[in-house]
Nanobody
Framework: QVQLVESGGCLGQAGGSLRLSCAAS????????MGWYRQAPGKQRELVATITNGGSTHYADAVKGRFTISRDNAKNAVSLQMNSLEPEDTAVYYC?????????????WGQGTQVTVSS
């Protein structure tokens, strides 16, 4: 079992910055891809950014050039630096990690952290 603890977020202003962090408990298993997703009210959860254990990144078009995902493999942690915030970034943000337990890959989700951007 892997537990994820998210921190950061809360309230930001348009044009400002926020940083989200997520730390996974030490499981003894290998963590593969890590990522951030978000869900705005009345909308489906959507991918924001992902990063492989080799450091390759992928971003949703809506956040390219504004958000940066990074990871610290030694700490089993992933962060999301959010710059040039827009009101449309308002959502609950979830981190997700893919854990290789040997015979399959399991996805674990964080509890979610609210990000609200005021105009």
């Amino acid at each position: 079992q892997v537990q994820l603890v998210e921190s950061g977020g809360c309230l930001g202003q348009a044009g400002g910055s926020l940083r989200l962090s997520c730390a996974a408990s030490r499981s003894g298993f290998s963590i593969n891809a890590m990522g951030w997703y978000r869900q705005a009210p009345g909308k489906q959860r959507e991918l924001v950014a992902t990063i492989t254990n080799g450091g390759s990144t992928h971003y949703a078009d809506a956040v390219k050039g504004r958000f940066t995902i990074s990871r610290d493999n030694a700490k089993n942690a992933v962060s999301l630096q959010m710059n040039s915030l827009e009101p449309e970034d308002t959502a609950v943000y979830y981190c997700k990690v893919a854990v290789d337990v040997g015979w399959k890959i399991l996805d674990y989700w964080g509890q979610g952290t609210q990000v609200t951007v005021s105009s």
